[in-house]
């Protein structure tokens, strides 16, 4: 089993930034890719960043490319999406999911945190 508590979300003016952070509580952390997730009222549940296990390969959806920025730091089992440039159409619940690179059915999702853009 797979604990993830998002955290980092907050209300931030536009063209601000903030970091969030997604924590596992897992002993094999470095086999799990991740992904950041968001979702706005009204609006489909959309994939914004993912990171492979070893933090080599990333993807991003066009609407945050150049703006986030996704790493991970295996030792401390974290995961860290960068927002820069935040416009009042990232406001959304945030979720990241773990995968397991062994299992790719075997997911597991965090509660979310709010990021809040708005002047």
């Known amino acids: 089993q797979v604990q993830l508590v998002e955290s980092g979300g907050g209300l931030v003016q536009p063209g601000g930034s903030l970091r969030l952070s997604c924590a596992a509580s897992?002993?094999?952390?470095?086999?799990?890719?991740i992904s950041w997730y968001r979702q706005a009222p009204g609006k489909e549940h959309e994939l914004v960043a993912s990171i492979d296990s070893a933090g080599d390969s990333t993807n991003f959806a066009d609407s945050v490319k150049g703006r986030f920025t996704i790493s991970r730091d295996n030792a401390k089992n974290t995961v860290y999406l960068q927002m820069n440039s935040l416009q009042p159409e990232d406001t959304a619940e945030y979720f990241c999911?773990?995968?397991?690179?062994?299992?790719?059915?075997?997911?597991?999702w965090g509660r979310g945190t709010q990021v809040t853009v708005s002047s």
């Open positions: 897992v002993f094999s952390f470095r086999v799990y890719a």
């Open positions: 999911k773990a995968t397991n690179s062994w299992a790719p059915r075997i997911n597991y």
